[in-house]
């Protein structure tokens, strides 16, 4: 991460912190429990907000290999979600059927509406694509197809079944 500074119009000093990507270490897989991690598993995530210092907003760059799902079918109640493609294609799964993206698509899902919703490379080469959301303190993501709620509090996600047993 390198700071590059100048001055304004104004004669203010300004700083901008610039990040080469590549420079990020990407986490692979999912903090699924095992039973629902599968398809998720060799998904590359560069957390890039925290660079930053974000607080209010994630941002993350993800590649997806042939194969890989962003993460099971879910929705949010309380964030917002967008995602951006950055490279290649990936399909888009939520209620209404399924809907190819292509670089330069996007697409978002508001918090509590009930649109269960990820994004799968059916393609034959890598896909990439941004992912922003909101940081609430608190968050439930449910899993339309799957027995599954994950919950977040200030201590981090607890994965549960819908009854409220923990995994």
Same mark, same amino acid.
């Given at each position: 991460?390198?700071?590059?500074?100048?001055?304004?119009?104004?004669?203010?000093?300004?700083?901008?912190? /610039?990040?080469?990507?590549?420079?990020?270490?990407? !986490?692979?897989?999912?903090?699924?429990?095992?039973?629902?991690?599968?398809?998720?598993?060799?998904?590359?995530?560069?957390?890039?907000?925290?660079?930053?210092?974000?607080?209010?907003?994630?941002?993350?760059?993800?590649?997806?290999?042939?194969?890989?799902?962003?993460? !099971?079918?879910?929705? %949010?109640?309380?964030?917002?979600?967008?995602?951006?493609?950055?490279?290649?294609?990936?399909?888009? /799964?939520?209620?209404?059927?399924? %809907?190819?993206?292509?670089?330069?698509?996007?697409?978002?899902?508001?918090?509590?509406?009930?649109?269960?919703?990820?994004?799968?490379?059916?393609?034959?080469?890598?896909? !990439?694509?941004?992912?922003?959301?909101?940081?609430?303190?608190?968050?439930?993501?449910?899993?339309?197809?799957?027995?599954? /709620?994950?919950?977040?509090?200030?201590?981090?996600?607890?994965?549960?079944?819908?009854?409220?047993?923990?995994?």
């Amino acid at each position: 991460m390198t700071k590059t500074a100048w001055m304004d119009e104004a004669g203010n000093q300004k700083t901008a912190v /610039i990040l080469d990507t590549e420079t990020v270490e990407a !986490r692979i897989g999912t903090m699924y429990p095992a039973q629902f991690s599968g398809p998720c598993e060799k998904r590359e995530k560069k957390v890039l907000g925290n660079s930053f210092g974000l607080s209010q907003f994630g941002v993350n760059l993800t590649t997806l290999a042939p194969g890989v799902w962003s993460a !099971r079918r879910h929705w %949010h109640s309380n964030e917002d979600e967008f995602v951006y493609v950055v490279e290649g294609e990936l399909v888009l /799964i939520d209620d209404d059927g399924e %809907h190819v993206l292509t670089k330069g698509m996007c697409a978002g899902f508001p918090a509590g509406d009930e649109n269960g919703h990820h994004l799968v490379n059916k393609s034959d080469k890598p896909a !990439r694509y941004l992912e922003v959301g909101s940081r609430m303190p608190t968050e439930t993501a449910h899993y339309p197809d799957d027995d599954l /709620i994950a919950k977040k509090t200030t201590d981090g996600f607890v994965f549960t079944n819908r009854k409220g047993k923990a995994y």
